[in-house]
């Protein structure tokens, strides 16, 4: 199973030819004959599938072979599968099973898709939903349009499959703000930022100076003019974390999170 990252491949069989673009899944098997061309300088993330990983996979593979995925199920695979590749550095041996069971369930949700499927696939499925609604939020961060339901829109969701989502966090709204309090917090301790604090506060999308500080005490324990004095604006930062006091410290990990 390939996912195309970026520029464009085309296969040849004795019986179709298939092209793909970047983000679409393809099925290939690897016992029977057939000709590739990946256009210069694409790059493809593939995931080897064995045969005898399950009959069920086996025979639903076998019955899509040589085929692009071109649907919303094969989108969402194939974020799965970039998300996987990207975290596969960070994971430890006792992590590879429930892996290995949550790409299986992807699989069959993307290729044969049904009830009991997708049901076996829910987590997995809501796992690269959050993910996209989060590369979304960081994207539009400051954009003043950024809502719920710009958010539920992208997805492509439900209300209620959006709340479902974000239930453990609070709620989109409150991932929202949060993300754009953490956003806050950077600026005020970045040196180079001089800035009133009422121009970064407006910025991410609160108009109300006063909201602004008490959301903004209530999540760090301090408010935005102390953080301010004590970690950008009074001091400089210094780049021993262990040393750094709690105030200071957070702000220069979320500078260095962000570059």
């Known amino acids: 199973m390939t996912v195309l990252l970026n520029g464009k491949t085309h296969t040849q069989t004795t ?20 000709d590739g061309v990946v ?19 086996a025979a639903t593979l076998g019955s899509a072979e040589f085929s692009t995925i071109a649907t919303g199920m094969g989108r969402l695979f194939s974020d799965y599968l970039v ?12 992590d590879l099973p429930s892996l290995a069971g949550a790409t299986r369930a992807m699989i069959l949700a993307c290729v044969s ?29 400051l954009d003043p349009k950024l809502s719920s339901e710009l958010v539920r829109k992208e997805l492509g969701v439900s ?6 989502l974000f239930e453990p966090l609070g709620g989109v709204m409150h991932y929202i703000q949060h993300r754009r309090l953490l956003s806050a917090y950077a600026a005020l301790t970045d040196p180079s930022d001089r800035r009133l604090i009422f121009q970064i506060a407006e910025e ?5 100076g006063a909201e602004f500080g008490r959301a903004f005490k209530r999540t760090f324990g301090y408010s935005p003019s102390e953080v ?3 970690g950008g604006g009074g001091m400089p930062l210094r780049s021993d974390l262990a040393d750094c006091p709690s105030v200071e410290r957070l702000g220069l990990l979320l500078r260095r999170l962000q570059g």
Request: no cysteine; glycine share 6%; charged share 30%.
């Open 15 to 34: 019986r179709d030819a298939f092209s793909g673009g970047p983000g679409e899944v393809q099925i290939h098997s690897l016992g029977r004959s057939f």
């Open 39 to 57: 256009a210069e300088r694409s790059k493809v993330l593939i995931l080897f599938v064995p045969r005898d990983l399950s009959f069920e996979i």
């Open 83 to 94: 998300d996987v590749a990207h975290r596969l550095p960070m994971l430890a041996q006792a």
């Open 113 to 141: 898709p049904s009830t009991d499927h997708a049901d076996a696939a829910k987590g997995p499925i809501a796992n690269v939903l959050r993910e996209r609604a989060r590369r979304l939020v960081h994207a539009r961060l």
């Open 159 to 164: 209300r209620t499959r959006l709340y479902n």
């Open 204 to 208: 991410r999308g609160f108009s109300d």
């Open 228 to 230: 301010r004095n004590r």
